[in-house]
């Protein structure tokens, strides 16, 4: 996901690079291909692109940019961050976990928000992949500060 920093945004970008920064791991973007903006990520607008995919489930399976990842075979753990939208992980990341095979990867959902808890998000996710060994995921507020997101990554080592 990109650019954003928790609450109804498209992700907090700015906790993957913390993350990226404290395991070293390689940062991957998970883009819509029709980029959302801030009007459409207006949840209190019930004609904004979130409040109708919301509404219509039809119009959730966003088409992404690309879905491959680099050497993903190699890789044997994956954070995978996101927004909550209405108690779920942004649409977005749906295609991301249906398209790829996460057999063998240990995979850590971590979401960001304002005020929603991280509900059955990372569960439901699981239940997409249908593979790989994922983990409890964790929730972010806002005011998380670096210390925060290193010490739970030390605890998933």
Not at 86 to 94: C, F, L, Q, S, T
Request: aromatic letters at 10%.
């Amino acid at each position: 996901m990109r650019r954003g920093r928790g609450g109804n945004h498209l992700d907090g970008g700015v906790w993957q690079r913390r993350k990226r920064h404290i395991t070293g791991g390689t940062l991957f973007e998970i883009e819509p291909a029709e980029s959302y903006t801030s009007d459409d990520l207006n949840y209190s607008d019930p004609d904004s692109r979130v409040s109708k995919e919301h509404d219509d489930e039809s119009l959730r399976d966003v088409k992404l940019k690309t879905t491959d990842v680099s050497d993903w075979s190699s890789y044997t753990t994956v954070y995978i961050g996101y927004p909550i939208w209405w108690g779920e992980a942004a649409w977005p990341v749906n295609a991301f976990v249906r398209a790829n095979d996460f057999s063998g990867k240990t995979v850590i959902p971590f979401c960001t928000s304002a005020s929603s808890p991280l509900g059955s998000s990372a569960s439901n996710l699981a239940k997409l992949a249908t593979t790989g060994d994922w983990k409890e995921g964790q929730r972010f507020s806002s005011l998380a500060n670096t210390q925060t997101v290193e010490d739970w990554i030390k605890q998933q080592s």
